[in-house]
């Protein structure tokens, strides 16, 4: 109560005296008490309202005028009683008039009569009262919102928000948001949005929001429609005749410095024509030889130029000889060599020269780097970095900037332009916009102005897409090609920032590929810091894979441009960091475009092997330490991703690897005259894309067919150098130990391994292999077979994944020795007891290579008779596991004689090994011939006279259920279905109960969803079915629902075919109409099913109960 109850205070006051009075104090409470104890009912009631108007409510008053009993018997002493407190909310026996329609309601009625009046004459003075106080509370703010506009010049005035409050609330109800305008009413709960009146004081109730939004519009003149007069060229200046005067006389001072300015460089280049002229005879008259690189040199040079620049041509050439020179020259430009002139010219500067019959030109990177790039490099760097904008669009932008953009082109422009703007204002055509507000944006002078239209650029579009966006990119490159030096681009690059951080990936994507498309028109300070920062950001903050591609696209480019050999690193943990993404669309371009070309300028810094491929090598290996030291689904399912692509990366790199170690004076001298200058087959093939192939990023001063050639010729036992010292001694034992580190079970990280050292084998020529990689690998193979033949029960410490690299590396260098090898590891492992699996994918590796197979199935035929059953049954799986990767001509002559030896095999463990691969022949053999012998010969197996023997009870279970959904239907209820049955009746006197059991139920599981006739689901199929039930309850009771509900789902096959039988003996018009009636019956059961779903629980309470006061 206390916060309801105000003081009225007299302020303090003071006599002449000096001495204060005593203060009153009277609360709310105590003058509504007086007015009802008064009877000033009226008095009360406006007190009553103003009270609540002011938030400030009193509960006494609230209490009695809520209560009708207090002005029904004003006239009548009431009888003493006991009073009740009531709600206002319900309605009391005594307040009801139970008289009303008696015969003595007369009385009342006329007392009813006065009431209203003076009800309305109670309303007359409050409307009164609130006009008068509207005027004397308009200074006044509402505690609601004091702190709120407490810091405006001028404070809302309570009547003004609850005006503005009606009119929101309004317009929310005619704009149909209905659950807005529920919230916005109960956060304002003191206000009546029913009744204007409730505002405040007779105020004039205004119009609606939009109408009064529409006219504050149209007097302030914002809705205005920007014209212009079309038929009137003519500007108005406002300047005097005086003023046009001296601006024209400052133009022409201005010109004249021009012309004075055109003429010294006229003269000069007069004097530097003139000096060509000399040097032109020089060269004529001394003998010019013609590099291995095709660079001309100079022997002698006698220029005399003040700035010491030696301007050189090449000479008159026939042209016959000019095409043939195009093709096997790279080079741009004629590069002069001063390595001969006498040591007072050292200073002097090489001048580049276009030459004239190069088709390609300096245009390929208008601002390219210092340092040197092959000219194929260069083009396949911008076919695959550069964004391919579409000729339409670059015609369509470079048609505005033909003839250049001046203030005196401006108007031809804008006439061009703007008959296509004016029409087409729409959403889906403004793109027609761009190129008048790229020559608004090169000719303005104000910075200002021109970050507000390149924001107006951008903005053209919400979401542009990717043929929207190339038009704004080919509005940029044809505005660059314009410059006359290279582009700072601050503004357009400041513009790209923000855009990068834009909540559409769209715009982001825009972002992205202005730095591609303006990266070769950037000056090189811009490219090596802003833009590399931006691209920087994004790659490590942007969520959308798509962008985070098209950023690597463009750092791909950023890196061919760069010629700071200090920003190396950063751009080396920018690769990496791209190479580790979460995301397969970033790692594929990471892997093949980012890397292979910072591959390139590692190569150029000699940091190949110091720094990128040591730094992937042990990411590499750190990663396969954290898979093995902590197992969990999850996370080795990433750190697998992310080995598998650091070993692709290792993959793509491989011919750079290969350059770097042979790109050295020791081979150098090893190359002859009659050397091949065309690479080989074998090392073309590794080269997964142009980019990575010697003959397009190697510029070296020898041809690189020569160099590989003779690198690949000698055997280099004797010889040693850094790099190859590097690779024998660190690079070959860091992939041993990788492959060591591998777990057998890790199938996909070996075969990435074993795929790459396949490769570099290949990469680095027989004898390489022969001598620096084989030899290391061979050491560790014989200490793994000393652990197998001493037949030492510690298996775990074995490296098991050394026999597939082993035999893979063997297969780059003699075929004879895969197959003696693999007998050894075959008997080794087999004699030891030992898994089996690295065998298996090791040949499953080698049978890919067609040269192969002849001696994999050489060494396994060994296996085949050798005397040692358990060597017997090992070959017998190994055999399984070849049969879909080899030719199936191998597979008639050598594999089927094989499998078929071993399945008659006297010793029954060799007969059990051999019955899945005989299965595996029915299921992957292509050769209909072939399938057909494997069925019969597994049929007479099935059906031995003397029955099947247990041993061979649970392979033959597990191979029938196998090959059933390949087989015939006849095949399948003569020979499977039959034999299933058997097998499953006479379950009890097999050993391995358990075993066959378990095996059955995933046999009948398969079984009973084959093609079968009735006969044979009747007659053989639920006898089955009912066999294994026995079993099962007696040996497996957990599997009980799963026999269970294959037996329902056979009996209702059953039950399906007997109405089909009938129908079939049936007439047709019998039929049709049996047909409708269970089609009818079958629709209203359905419908009985739906409404039950549906129906309403009688136990649940209904919603309109919940909330009924009890």
Request: net charge negative; proline share 5%.
């Amino acid at each position: 109560m206390a916060d309801v109850i105000q003081e009225v205070r007299d302020p303090l006051s003071t006599d002449s005296k000096g001495s204060t009075n005593i203060k009153t104090t009277i609360s709310y409470e105590e003058i509504a008490i007086k007015l009802l104890n008064e009877k000033l009912l009226l008095t009360a009631l406006e007190l009553h309202a103003e009270l609540c108007e002011a938030g400030k409510e009193l509960p006494i008053l609230k209490e009695f005028f809520s209560n009708p009993n207090h002005f029904e018997n004003q006239n009548i002493k009431p009888e003493p009683y006991t009073t009740m407190p009531r709600s206002s909310s319900q309605a009391t026996l005594d307040s009801l008039d139970m008289t009303r329609y008696s015969e003595d309601g007369a009385g009342i009625d006329e007392r009813v009569a006065i009431l209203e009046f003076e009800l309305r004459k109670a309303r007359e003075n409050i409307s009164a009262l609130r006009a008068n106080l509207t005027v004397v509370t308009e200074g006044t703010i509402s505690d609601k919102f004091s702190d709120k506009y407490l810091s405006n010049e001028t404070p809302i005035k309570p009547h003004e928000q609850r005006a503005i409050n009606f009119l929101v609330n309004e317009y929310l109800l005619a704009s149909s948001y209905k659950l807005t305008s529920i919230t916005f009413s109960d956060e304002n709960e003191n206000q009546d949005f029913e009744d204007w009146q409730d505002v405040g004081l007779n105020i004039p109730k205004p119009a609606e929001l939009l109408q009064i939004y529409r006219e504050y519009m149209r007097t302030n003149g914002y809705d205005k429609s920007s014209f212009v007069n079309v038929g009137v060229q003519t500007d108005f200046c406002e300047k005097s005749e005086v003023e046009i005067e001296k601006d024209e006389f400052k133009e022409m001072v201005k010109k004249v410095e021009e012309l004075k300015q055109q003429t010294a460089l006229l003269e000069q280049e007069r004097l530097d024509l003139q000096q060509f002229i000399v040097t032109s005879e020089n060269l004529s008259q001394n003998p010019i030889k013609q590099g291995s690189s095709g660079t001309i040199q100079t022997i002698n040079s006698n220029s005399t130029t003040p700035d010491k620049f030696e301007l050189l041509e090449t000479p008159a050439r026939d042209t016959s000889t000019v095409t043939q020179e195009v093709e096997e020259d790279d080079s741009v430009s004629v590069v002069v060599s001063l390595g001969e002139t006498d040591p007072g010219d050292k200073e002097w500067t090489r001048i580049q020269l276009p030459r004239v019959d190069v088709t390609e030109g300096s245009s390929i990177l208008p601002n390219p780097p210092s340092r040197h790039l092959p000219l194929k490099f260069k083009m396949e760097v911008i076919a695959h970095c550069l964004i391919n904008i579409s000729n339409s669009a670059i015609s369509t932008a470079e048609e505005i900037f033909k003839n250049g953009v001046t203030r005196d082109t401006l108007i031809q422009i804008l006439t061009q332009t703007l008959p296509r703007i004016v029409p087409n204002v729409i959403l889906n055509k403004r793109e027609e916009v761009i190129p008048l507000i790229l020559s608004t944006i090169r000719l303005h002078n104000d910075s200002t102005e021109r970050e507000k239209l390149l924001q107006l650029l951008f903005n053209l579009k919400k979401r542009p897409q990717e043929d929207e966006r190339q038009l704004i990119l080919a509005g940029f490159v044809a505005m660059a090609k314009l410059e006359d030096e290279p582009m700072e681009g601050e503004e357009i690059l400041t513009i790209c920032w923000e855009q990068s951080q834009h909540k559409y990936p769209e715009k982001r994507l825009l972002a992205v590929e202005c730095c591609s498309v303006l990266a070769p028109y950037m000056s090189v300070c811009i490219r090596n810091s802003l833009m590399l920062s931006m691209l920087q950001q994004m790659l490590l903050e942007d969520k959308d894979p798509t962008v985070r591609a098209s950023v690597v696209r463009s750092l791909a480019l950023l890196i061919a441009l760069m010629d700071d050999p200090d920003k190396y690193f950063q751009c080396e943990e920018l690769a990496l960091t791209a190479l580790y993404d979460i995301s397969s669309i970033v790692v594929e371009v990471a892997s093949s475009l980012l890397l292979p070309i910072l591959a390139q300028w590692a190569l150029s810094l000699k940091r190949l092997q110091t720094h990128l491929l040591p730094r992937i090598i042990s990411k590499v290996k750190n990663h396969l330490k954290s898979s093995y030291l902590q197992h969990s689904p999850n996370k080795d399912h990433v750190d697998e991703e992310k080995i598998v692509s650091s070993v692709g990366v290792l993959q793509y790199l491989l011919p750079h690897m290969v350059i770097c170690i042979a790109d050295t004076d020791s081979v150098r001298t090893y190359i002859e005259h009659g050397t091949s200058s065309d690479l080989p087959d074998m090392f073309v093939n590794l080269c997964h894309s142009n980019i990575v192939n010697p003959k397009v990023f190697y510029d070296g001063d020898v041809d690189i067919g020569n160099l590989l050639n003779a690198f690949f010729a000698n055997t280099w036992e004797n010889d040693s150098w850094p790099e190859l010292d590097w690779f024998t001694n660190k690079l070959v034992l860091d992939i041993l130990e990788m492959v060591k580190s591998v777990e057998i079970n890790q199938e996909t990280i070996l075969n990435a391994l074993l795929t790459y050292i396949h490769s570099l084998c290949l990469g680095f020529g027989r004898y390489i292999t022969q001598t620096r990689i084989q030899p290391i690998i061979a050491s560790e193979v014989t200490e793994l077979e000393q652990q197998l033949t001493t037949l030492s029960t510690d298996k775990k410490n074995m490296n098991l994944t050394l026999i597939p690299t082993y035999l893979i590396i063997l297969s780059t260098l003699n075929g004879i020795d895969v197959s003696k090898s693999l007998k050894q590891f075959l008997v080794a492992l087999s004699m030891s007891g030992t898994n089996i699996t690295s065998l298996q994918i090791a040949i499953i590796m080698l049978c890919a290579q067609e040269n192969m197979q002849e001696h994999i199935l050489s060494g396994l035929w060994d296996g085949v008779v050798h005397q040692r059953p358990i060597v017997r049954c090992t070959t017998a799986t190994l055999f399984g596991c070849i049969i879909a990767h080899i030719s199936d001509q191998l597979a008639s002559a050598k594999v089927v004689p094989a499998i078929v030896t071993l399945v008659s095999d006297p010793d029954v463990t060799v007969r059990s090994a051999a019955i899945p691969s005989l299965g595996r022949l029915i299921t992957e053999c292509k050769v209909r011939e072939i399938r057909d012998k494997a069925r019969l010969t597994l049929e007479t197996i099935a059906k031995e006279p003397h029955g099947i023997p247990p041993t061979l009870a649970l392979p033959l279970v597990s191979t029938l259920a196998f090959i059933a959904p390949n087989c015939p239907q006849n095949y399948i209820e003569d020979v499977i279905a039959t034999q299933l049955m058997g097998i499953t009746s006479s379950a009890l006197q097999q050993s391995r109960k358990i075993d066959l059991i378990s095996s059955l139920i995933e046999a009948y599981s398969v079984l009973v969803y084959c093609p079968l006739s009735n006969q044979c689901v009747s007659g053989v199929l639920l006898p089955g079915l009912k066999y294994l039930e026995q079993l099962v309850n007696q040996y497996l009771p957990q599997q009980k629902e799963t026999v269970r509900s294959l037996l329902r789902e056979t009996e209702s096959r059953q039950d399906l075919s007997k109405p089909m039988e009938r129908s079939l003996s049936m007439s047709s018009g019998l039929s049709l109409s049996m047909a409708s009636v269970n089609v009818g019956q079958g629709v209203e059961d359905m419908r009985q099913r739906v409404s039950k779903i549906f129906q309403q629980k009688t136990s649940s309470p209904s919603m309109s109960s919940i909330f009924r006061k009890k």
